[in-house]
């Protein structure tokens, strides 16, 4: 698994995200999303809506995601 893999497989998931993925030893990794659908939405739930972009590969190819979850205006802040 790579950070480019990771980013695309969030950005489709979330139509309209914007992601950023680093990671050099290709199972852990440091991902800042953002999108609008985050807006509303507690830490959690923006959490759990990017790792549901990336299915069973959580706790498996990926061991861990550190994640900054923004909506645009956050971002911009």
Known sequence: MNADTIRQMIEQGLPGARAQVQGDDGVHFE???????????????????????????????????ALKTLTPDEANA
């Open 31 to 65: 991902a800042t999303v953002v999108s609008e659908r985050f807006l509303g939405k507690l830490p959690l739930a923006r959490h759990r809506m990017v790792y549901a972009t990336l299915g069973d590969r959580m706790g498996g190819e990926i061991h861990a995601l």
